[in-house]
């Protein structure tokens, strides 16, 4: 599955360019879908294929069928579907191109999350609430003088706190900023990424907050004139019933300094009568405020909100369940109006709720949220993959491109498999070499320990294909840098010495292992022996 | 009293408006139309193009720069802190109708307000109540039903409650009032900032313009208030026989207070130039007083040589009202203002007009229209008010329950005012966050500058530092010098001149000019603390010296802050302490009560429950306030869902919804969102793998009786899991991902996913919790039966 796992993406890159320069050399009939690329090849055998595998293989296999006799029913189904769409080269590629602006801009929309073509995309009835009930609170903030208020948006990561916030605050600026150029409410977004140093925090709020208000920005401020700057201007833009509202992403970094002055200045500002302002945070740790400082907690108003991850519970839901988001990344919504083909756009829709409802596709969901990985980002990804595969070939979406979207994201987890696959002989003779000593009970081996085991195995094997001892050192440090064996004490590469007897221990399982040999064609038989067999070691012990 | 009899041929040579200052870069217009409002009406004057104005401005401006020039050669100009102009005195600070028409008459004026429905001025001890719309009075009595005493809050009498408001007298006739706010044709209202005299004998005054709302760019909106005027940017130079009489020019607080008829609100700047207009603050009428030369000492050394100069007037002297380069007396209740004066311009953040925006309120930065939102004030539901005065940035009116600790303060630094050189002036003042330090340090010095305005104290200044707005505790000396003298030095220049300043016995001021006391209040002192403790030990060493006339309070929250300084620190502060308990329920409860005072939309047990849950954590009035706010808020959400729910009811049945009260219930939840700890929300909320992984861990560590676990180990056991309860199993690849999603959210602390095998975890929640969450799950059934 690995190699299958990259073959989409750069085929999708190379033809999305393709398309981008020449589009007007398209092939005027659309091309049958290529051969499904097979998806799980070494399926027989494995512990580590699990059943999402299997079902997908098999998932994989049926559609395969399904498609190879598909293709001109597909056809079919485009000319002769409910929207007019008349037969010709001439009117096809006219389809084509508009269902590849249909890709287009749900690509945009999914790449540019910012963008207001993004904030037609729905949002969960979760994230509804919380966009809500901040857009609520800012509101007063902006609307009311002295109801400052401070706030933190908690949730895991990926879960749409960003997507919140930016919803909330492009409501407020269109709501508030109705006078073009002078600004009611300023939007000033730290992140604890970049900004925890006090004097780069305080330069930036000065940056934004100067640019937010059309004043002009001294970069050669020092820290105590922007200090003293954050308030005078708060103040005055408080005078003038102006808004500022702080954002500070990753809050959790900014909390743990020793000594918060950006923190502290900030939500000091929130206690002081005549600045109008608001504060809100973004952490997926739930015991951020622990890490607050007492003066700065008591400064902190404790509002806060959690955005729950979906629930196993609400699978069956139309909107809470990765189905619902999984739909409303790939579904054209009807504000888009006249810009978008009418017809095509509701051929891609009708399709799409079709592969959706369909049980295979159910059932992947299913298993990639018990799994943790369905979060919206990890849907987005799955939705990008789509949109990749639908730009090689443009047309109505296929379940397969959905299902190999799935396959994408949940295979993730068995990459170490795959670059053991990718190793070569000799680094794979290491590898195993390495675990047996393990499995004899060492914790961890030096690569000389390694070496002698190396030459037994052969020796036992009756193989003359010795390597000398500087390549099996290579060796050995290629699987470093691959890490599917570490050094125990992590900093052994910068302390120095001799890399040949820093201790080291494998980083794989065995089951990774041997399914990385099997990905790996050339690899002798003897390996696979030594690997499982531990008899082997013990007749060359006694022999 | 006025007279109506004053002589026409005197005020016909007291032609207002000797010269025009250019108050604003490219605001001609309006000033020149209070220039020509003399002889033309001000609607003409407006449609005057700007081309037309210009020479004459031009002209006007060659006038006062002769004029100017005149007086630095006679060296003559006097300047005055009042005049006195028939019989009526007027200082400065004070606001006065000006006339704008040559042919005044002022018998045109009605000079009392008559009832309107008898149509008398008597009975006088019966209290007349004026209507908030129509700003006709009433006697309470003459109203049916009679009112039996002067309603609080806004009143509207029975017409404009009816919506067919009363027309007023025919025009021509009434009030300075009903003139001066019908836009100015016979009178304005002018803020008076410099009074001198001429060399020629003539009195002059500077004098700042108000505005009506009807002739700002928005026009007068619904929510301006009746008696609204606005303060502009424009300055005017006039003759003093142009003034008429003083009128009374408040901020909304004050004006709640104001009687007489000719009382206005003044709440707003107006710039009219950027057409904008700004909050004025409690701190514009602190400058007022400044220029006013009733201000202590440094002002009557001044007026000792009988040359007043107002730093306004400093500034018309020079022919300019920029201050550019321009080193105003140093003096104390000015320092608020004199830093940025000094200060390096180039490198200043915001650029020019920043700066300018800061001193004259010229600026962009001014809201383009009065948000109605913000008056809604009497207006708005009990459930907003609430909000609005349990908001941590309101000022309440009074503080209750720390009188025995401001007692302290106060004796404190009336001792350090009164007692010379005595010692042991240093005042450490202790107590949790939340309990109110720097909020009564700061009310008892106010207080006690008010006492020393009425003269019954010496004058001092008060200088604040909180250290948790210093780059480094080096700048505390940056600031106090700043304070102090209004010259802004680095860290190293300033001590080394505080120190002599305190260490030659002048101390508090430059050159000796001033006696006053400077007292120092240190917020966050513990951020002072240096290696060396160099900054603390010099800050409580200059007061011990004689004649530094330097007085300090310390504020942290650790009560042995003192203790763990230096010892040589720690016997200089350690002599006078105050220490801030935590409140405690009852003092809640006082606390949330007084803010309510008048506003009863919250059950008594509701803030009963409140204090009680809040005292019983931290004693922090922060909370207490938060809680109750947010209990508000809820409680606002829930009535008007409910009134949606109910409006087909109500509009059926003709009934009000329910007003809302603050329960119990209401406190509880905001109890639930505000105290909750989130760490078994996320857990409910975690994925399956999650969940076993985190059964996984617990049972590892159990197992192992160590709170940190290795993955290999762990997922070891996962599998068992599986398989031992027919569950996928799960590859090492997944185990890691999910235990380092559940390390990104901190329910367990792990090594990063990189080190896979040998990743390092252990749990970051209570065990309890956990199992609690596991026994409950609903999911996954076999849980259930796992005993952890």
Sequence with gaps: MPPKKTAPISQGIVTSHRTRSAPAEQPVVASPPKKPKQYASSTDDSDIEVDICDESQAAASSLLQEEQQQPDDDFDEQTSGPAPCPAGPAELTESLHSFAAVTAYLRSRLLDTFSTAAASMEMRSKLQEAYSNLLNLLSNTAETPGANHSFLLLGARGTGKSLVMQRVLTELEAKYNVHEGKPTVGIVRLTGLAHTEDVVAFREIARQLCKAFNCKYSKASSLAENLTFLREMLRELGRGHKVVVFVLDEFDLFAKKAKQTTLYNLLDAMQTADMQAAVVGLSCRHDVMELLEKRVRSRFSHRKQLIPEMEEKDLDSAADSPRGVLAAMLTVPDSTGDSMPHGPVQQWNAAIAQILSADVVMQQLKLMMTQGHGRPRDLADVAMEVMLAMECQPGVPQQQAVLEGIASVTQLQHQQATMVGSCSVLELFILVSTYRIKRRGHDSANFEMVHDEYCKLLEQGGSGDRRSKAAALRAFERLIALSLVSYVDNRAEEKGGLREFHAARVNLVLQEIEAGLKMQKSCPSLLKNALSNEAVRNTFAHG | ?788
């Design chain 2, 1 to 788: 009293m006025r007279t109506g009899a004053r002589n026409a041929g005197k005020r016909s040579d007291s032609k207002p408006l000797t010269d025009v200052f250019p108050a604003t870069k490219g605001t001609p217009a309006p000033t020149e139309r209070k220039r020509a409002a003399t002889s033309k009406s001000p609607a003409s004057a407006d449609a005057m193009p700007a081309s037309e104005a210009a020479p004459v401005s031009k002209k006007a401006h060659k006038t006062q720069r002769k004029r100017a020039k005149k007086a630095s050669e006679k060296h003559l100009r006097q300047f005055l802190s009042s005049v006195t102009v028939d019989g009526d005195t007027f200082s400065v600070g004070d606001n006065a109708y000006i006339r704008m028409t040559d042919d005044f008459d002022e018998d045109e004026f009605t000079e009392e307000e008559v009832c309107q429905i008898c149509g008398h001025t008597e009975p006088e001890e019966v209290p007349r109540i004026e209507c908030d719309k129509c700003l006709l009075g009433y006697h309470i009595t003459c109203l049916r039903p009679p009112l039996t005493h002067v309603p609080e809050g806004s009143w509207l009498c029975p017409s404009c409650v009816s919506g067919k408001p009363r027309r007023g007298r025919k025009a021509g006739a009434g009030t300075a009032r009903e003139h001066m706010l019908a836009g100015g044709e016979k009178l304005a209202l002018v803020h008076i900032q410099a009074l001198w005299r001429e060399p020629d004998g003539s009195q002059c005054f500077a004098g700042r313009w108000y505005e009506v709302p009807q002739n700002t760019h928005t026009g007068r909106q619904k929510h301006h208030a009746a008696r609204e005027v606005f303060l502009t940017q424009l300055v005017d130079n006039n003759d003093v026989e142009s003034l008429w009489r003083v009128a009374q020019v408040c901020l909304p607080d004050a004006f709640k207070q104001a009687t007489g008829d000719d009382a206005f609100v003044c709440e707003y700047e107006y710039d009219t130039g950027f057409e904008r207009f700004r909050r004025r603050t409690s701190d514009v009428n602190e400058d007022d007083s400044d220029w006013a030369g009733s201000d202590g000492e440094a002002a009557s050394d001044e007026e000792a040589d009988g040359t007043y100069k107002p730093q306004h007037a400093f500034w018309a002297e020079k022919g300019t009202w920029k201050a550019k380069g321009t080193k105003g007396p140093a003096r104390g209740r000015g320092a608020a203002v004199t830093p940025a004066l000094n200060r390096h311009r180039a490198r200043q953040q915001g650029g020019n007009d920043w700066i300018e925006a800061q001193r004259d309120g010229l600026s962009g930065l001014g809201a383009a229209e009065i948000p109605a939102s913000s008056r809604q004030g009497e207006g708005a539901s009990p459930l907003a008010r609430a909000q609005a005065v349990l908001a941590l940035t309101a000022n309440p009116r009074t503080m209750p329950c720390r009188d025995s600790e401001r007692a302290a303060i106060t004796s404190f630094v009336e001792d350090s005012l009164t007692a010379g050189s005595s010692s042991g002036r240093c005042l450490y003042v202790s107590g949790v966050p939340g309990t109110g330090k720097t909020a009564t340090v700061m009310e008892t010095i106010r207080s006690l500058r008010r006492k020393s305005e009425a003269r019954q104290l010496p004058a001092f200044q008060f200088v604040d530092i909180n250290s948790l707005r210093l780059p480094s505790p080096q700048h505390a000396y940056t600031q106090l010098y700043e304070a102090m003298t209004g010259n802004h030095v680095g860290p190293s220049t300033a001590a080394a001149s505080l120190e002599e300043m305190f260490s030659s016995g002048s101390g508090g001021g430059r050159g000796g000019t001033s006696k006053r006391v400077t007292v120092l209040l240190v917020d966050e002192m513990d951020l002072l603390v240096t290696k060396k403790q160099t900054v603390l030990y010099n800050l409580f060493e200059w007061p011990m010296r004689k004649g530094s006339r330097l007085a300090v309070i310390g504020v942290a929250n650790t009560m042995d802050l003192p203790e763990r300084l230096l010892p040589r620190i720690a016997s200089r502060l350690g002599s006078r302490r105050v220490v801030f308990q935590p409140y405690t329920r009852q003092q809640l409860e006082t606390i949330a009560k007084t803010r309510l005072e008048g506003l009863d939309v919250f059950e008594s047990r509701a803030i009963e429950y409140a204090a009680r849950k809040v005292a019983a954590v931290s004693g922090d009035v922060r909370r207490c306030l938060e809680l109750l706010r947010r209990a508000a808020e809820i409680t606002e959400a829930k009535t008007k869902q409910a009134a949606a729910s109910d409006a087909a009811v109500a509009s059926s049945s003709g009934q009000l919804p329910p007003t809302g009260m603050v329960k119990m219930s209401h406190v509880d939840d905001a109890i639930n969102e505000m105290f909750q700890a989130t760490h078994m929300q996320m857990m409910r909320n975690c994925c399956r793998l999650e969940k076993m992984l985190l059964a996984a861990v617990l049972m590892e560590s159990r197992a192992r009786g160590h709170t940190d676990v290795v993955m290999e180990n762990v997922h070891v056991r996962l599998e068992g899991l599986c398989q031992g309860h027919s569950e996928p199993s799960v590859p090492i690849g997944a185990a890691v991902a999910a235990a380092a999603r559940l390390g990104s959210k901190r329910l367990i602390l792990a090594d990063p996913g990189a080190k896979r095998l040998y990743m390092r975890m252990s749990l970051n929640v209570p065990v309890d919790d956990l199992s609690h969450i596991l026994k409950h799950e609903e999911t996954i059934e076999w849980l259930k039966d796992l005993s952890f």
